[in-house]
Structures are given as C-alpha cells and as structure tokens.
C-alpha cells in the first residue's frame, strides 16, 4: 500500500496531472467521504494561500456534492470566495479586479486568484481530487473501502506557467 501511495505522488509530481478531465459523478459518494476529502483540501489550500486576505473566484460553478462542501468549508474557513457564472465570467472579472481602473482593487492590492476543483474516479475504490488555486495545482488520491478513507498518497503540488 506504501508502494503504491509513492507511485501515485511520484507519477503525480512529475508533471503527469491530468489537464482536462471529465468529472465523474461523485453525488453516490458516502457524506464522511465528501466532508473528509473537503476538509483535507481545505487544509492544503489554507497552507498555500492566506484566508481572508486572498479572494478568490470560482472557475466555473461547481455542482458537484465534493465541490459544494469545499467551498462551503472554506468560507467557514475565512476565505471570500465569489461565484461565477462560467470560465469566461470567472476570466473577466479575476481581469477586471486585477487591471487598474476604478472599480479595481488598487495599485497594492492582492489579484484574485481562480479557483477549480475536478475530482473523478481512477478505479471502482480509487478517487483523485485536483484543485486549482490561481497557477497552483493540488492533486490526491484516495482509497474508500467499507472501513472508510485512506489517503493513497501526499499531496502533490505544481505550478502551472501562465
């Protein structure tokens, strides 16, 4: 099990990130599951950007029960999180925040940074999540078996070139 765990982070941190991925349906997902996974992300996203002074702005809605409850859980967590209606709404308004203008949040102020979730399954018991937070991407896995959830790996983190 350790084997595979540093395979899956090894083949994850070199560059092997799936880029575009369909999502799976997660809705038959168990509740502990979702809540768990949620809470874990939430705490890798809270280590690399600050809440409360990052904004952030959703990619693209999230209708997923896995997308929903971390979004949920990181507005509990203190972070501004706004939604958008598609990935061109979420483009212009990260631009329009960002350019220097007057509804803009000044010459010091910190860009909002997107922020997407994919999550799908691998195998019938195998499910990775991929976050991404501005340029950076978050990726795991986990194995659910009938005794609960297991991470099948650490964190792995890129970043992406603009």
Known sequence: MACAGLAL???????VLPERTQVMDTQHLPDA????????????IEQTVLPAKQPL????????ALGQTLVATLR????????SL?????RARVA????????????????PKTLDVHEGAVASDLFYVRV?????????SWVLTTKGTAPAGAWARQERVQ
């Open 132 to 140: 991404d937070v501005g340029t950076t991407v978050l990726a795991r």
């Open 9 to 15: 982070t090894g083949c994850a941190s070199h560059g």
């Open 57 to 64: 702005v959703l990619a693209r809605p999230l209708r997923s």
């Open 96 to 111: 329009a925040q960002s350019a220097p203008g007057e509804y803009s949040r000044g010459l010091f102020g910190i860009e």
């Open 76 to 83: 509990r967590r203190g972070f501004s999180i706004e939604e």
């Open 33 to 44: 599951f979702v809540s768990y996974v949620a809470d874990e992300a939430a705490q890798v």
């Open 86 to 90: 598609s990935v061109a709404d979420a």
